[in-house]
């Protein structure tokens, strides 16, 4: 049980915005009590995603991966800001169904050194789990698969893309967005009964997403000040992308000159074996 006065405080929400929801505190707690019983579950169930999905780092094509249960706080802060700002998608959540509309209780975070990477780890997740259409979710109520024994992408993949990326993405694969400042890949799976969100960004970009998220998102974006120091950090991150593409474009492009010498001198060198084969024969 949380008290409604400290929890309004932490998460700097006016008694407005609750009001919006419609719901009841007392609904709102049921909530907290009952994801705080089932949450020691859904530590375990990422830990088996993890164990049988991402353990091999090369064969998942990333660099590292981590992964997080949803804070109780921070699951009834979202349901009070997705219900007050999407009132008719929302409408129906409550104590028993709270986790067939949340995606993200399990949370995981998939890393790439470069950019360009994100290819592989899509074909990775793909491959290994039913990706069809169908099984898409528009309505979270009716389209929840009660199978615990069927796993599936829930969602078609997505990425949001920064402004000025080169075409690193293909639309035939994944659901592009133009975000502007966010680059972040977006994967739903449902596991073992519940929904397991995956992100995937870079190194760089997850430096700048935890900054944010820790200083700014979601209780301070109104604070001029905050916004613009995270804007800053976010270009020097998109930044440090650039560099880190056209460094492995160098090495690739050096290590094919040193292979195109090395073949050539190969070349000379049967040529001259070969006439030199000539001449002891002539003589």
Request: glycine share 4%; hydrophobic share 30%.
């Amino acid at each position: 049980m949380i008290k409604k006065k400290d929890f309004l405080k932490e998460y700097n929400i006016e008694k407005e915005t609750l009001k919006k929801t419609g719901m009841k505190w007392e609904e709102l707690n049921s909530i907290y009590d009952s994801y705080c019983r089932i949450e020691p579950q859904l530590k375990k169930i990422g830990k088996d995603f993890v164990n049988d999905y991402l353990y091999d780092i090369e064969k998942a094509g990333i660099h590292s991966y981590r992964y997080r249960t949803k804070k109780a706080g921070h699951l009834l802060e979202k349901i009070i800001r997705k219900k007050s700002e999407q009132p008719d998608q929302y409408k129906y959540i409550n104590r028993k169904n709270y986790y067939k509309y949340m995606t993200d209780l399990i949370g995981i975070r998939v890393f790439f050194l470069y950019r360009e990477d994100w290819i592989h780890f899509h074909n990775y997740i793909t491959s290994v789990f039913e990706n069809d259409p169908e099984n898409y979710i528009e309505d979270r109520l009716l389209d929840f698969d009660d199978d615990p024994d069927h796993y599936y992408i829930a969602e078609r993949p997505k990425v949001y893309r920064r402004t000025g990326d080169t075409r690193i993405y293909d639309k035939k694969l994944i659901d592009i967005k133009s975000d502007g400042i966010y680059r972040s890949l977006h994967y739903i799976i449902k596991y073992k009964g519940y929904y397991v969100e995956i992100q995937g960004r870079t190194l760089f970009e997850e430096g700048w997403s935890e900054i944010d998220h820790d200083i700014v998102y979601p209780y301070y974006q109104d604070d001029e000040m905050l916004s613009d120091f995270s804007t800053l950090l976010n270009r020097l991150a998109g930044m440090a992308d650039e560099m880190s593409s056209y460094f492995r474009r160098i090495k690739q492009q050096r290590q094919e000159q040193l292979e195109k010498e090395h073949a050539e001198k190969e070349a000379q060198k049967k040529l001259e074996k070969e006439e030199q084969k000539k001449l002891e024969k002539e003589q």
